[in-house]
């Protein structure tokens, strides 16, 4: 099993300019989540999902948004890209809530915005 | 604001010593889980603990959870040049929804 799966692994962006990040589960999760990971803040919520079709903002939601068309897909949008969103973003999945099972993560993606 | 906060920021010792890493949260919560990052890949989950146990083992894992001080922390026995690593803790608000996740102790282990 692959686990997650995120895509591309690498992008520098303009100023401006919009992207999309992919990820994917292929662990049936119910659960899926979009973090960013800056150096000394440790990782920080942008968006989650609790399921097909639901999306909810997390701490830092400014700036992005996010769908879950299909179960095991979170897409992660920027619309106009600003250099303060340099930075790792993590897909993560997880069973249920996290009350009861681990978050599962991808490799991540690594921005930059100039 | 931050939920969980690791101490040491950083740690260095040699390949066979134990290495321990703290973490001091804020509020009630369900659970802790410590996960650990290697450089340049995604984080790995290592163990979970309740909020109603003290300690939990695995392999060369121990954590403890002392609820009235509200911290945790991860003792790694023996360790390894491959346990060289970041090690996070993160906590589930028991009002809350989502983890929140400290920023890390980096554990570096010499040969």
């Known amino acids: 099993n692959a686990g997650v799966t995120q895509t591309p692994k690498f992008r520098v962006l303009k100023t401006g300019q919009s992207m999309t990040l992919l990820c994917a589960q292929d662990?049936?999760?119910?659960?899926m989540y979009w973090y960013r990971q800056d150096p000394g803040m440790g990782l920080r919520l942008i968006h989650y999902?609790?399921?097909?079709?639901?999306?909810a903002k997390g701490e830092v939601p400014d700036g992005y948004n996010v769908s879950r068309l299909k179960k095991q897909n979170f897409l992660l949008g920027l619309e106009s890209a600003a250099p303060s969103q340099t930075s790792v973003y993590f897909c993560?999945?997880?069973?249920?809530?996290?009350?009861?099972?681990?978050?599962?993560f991808g490799n991540g993606t690594r921005l930059t915005v100039t | 604001s931050q939920q969980g906060e690791e101490d040491p920021q950083a740690l260095s010792i040699q390949e066979g010593e134990n290495a321990t890493m703290n973490c001091s949260y804020k509020?009630?919560?369900?659970?802790l889980q410590w996960y650990r990052q290697n450089s340049g890949r995604g984080l790995v989950h290592l163990i979970l603990?309740?909020?109603?146990?003290r300690e939990k083992h695995s392999g060369r894992l121990r954590v403890t959870l002392d609820t009235s001080k509200k911290s945790s922390s991860l003792l790694i026995t023996a360790s390894r040049a491959a346990d060289t690593a970041s090690y996070f803790c993160?906590?589930?608000?028991?009002?809350?929804?989502?983890?929140?996740f400290g920023p890390g102790t980096r554990l570096s282990v010499l040969p």
């Open positions: 993160a906590t589930d608000p028991y009002y809350g929804q989502n983890f929140v």
């Open positions: 509020t009630s919560i369900n659970n």
């Open positions: 662990m049936n999760h119910e659960y």
């Open positions: 603990i309740r909020s109603n146990e």
């Open positions: 993560a999945s997880s069973w249920t809530s996290s009350y009861n099972s681990p978050l599962h």
């Open positions: 999902s609790v399921g097909e079709g639901t999306t």
